[in-house]
C-alpha cells in the first residue's frame, strides 16, 4: 500500500500565499511609501519597520528562503531577514501599536 506524504491542497492554501509580490506591494500600499524606499538602505522607523513587517510576513506565508527574501530587500543577507523576525517577534510582544499595526496589516494582505 502506497501512502501519500504530500499535504493537502486547501493546507497549503490556508498557510501559503502564491506570490511573494503581493506581501511586497500590499506593505507599500498599506504604508503608503514606494517599493524603491521599501528596498532601500533607509533605516527610519517609517521605512525599517514596514521592511520588517514584510519580511516577516514572507518568511511565515510563502515557500521562499531567508536568502531569497533577502534578495528581494535590496540584496540583504539572510540574517538581516532572522534580524527582522526577532524584532518583529520582540515588538508583537511589548508595544501594543505595532502589535495593532501588524494585524490591521496582515488582515488587508492575507484576507
Not at 7 to 20: G, K, V
Not at 28 to 50: A, Y
Not at 90 to 98: A, S, T, Y
Request: glycine share 4%; with cysteine; hydrophobic share 35%.
Amino acid at each position: 500500500m502506497k501512502i501519500n506524504c504530500e499535504p493537502c491542497i486547501c493546507e497549503l492554501e490556508s498557510r501559503y500565499i502564491t506570490n511573494e509580490y503581493i506581501i511586497f506591494d500590499g506593505v507599500c500600499f498599506f504604508f503608503n511609501i514606494s517599493p524603491k524606499e521599501l528596498i532601500s538602505k533607509r533605516r527610519d522607523r517609517e521605512i525599517c519597520e514596514p521592511r520588517q513587517m514584510a519580511m516577516m510576513l514572507m518568511s511565515e506565508n510563502t515557500n521562499l528562503s531567508l536568502k531569497e527574501i533577502g534578495k528581494m530587500f535590496g540584496d540583504r543577507d539572510h540574517t538581516t531577514v532572522i534580524h527582522s523576525k526577532v524584532v518583529c517577534r520582540d515588538l508583537l510582544g511589548n508595544n501594543p501599536i505595532f502589535r495593532d499595526t501588524f494585524t490591521e496589516l496582515k488582515k488587508y494582505i492575507l484576507k
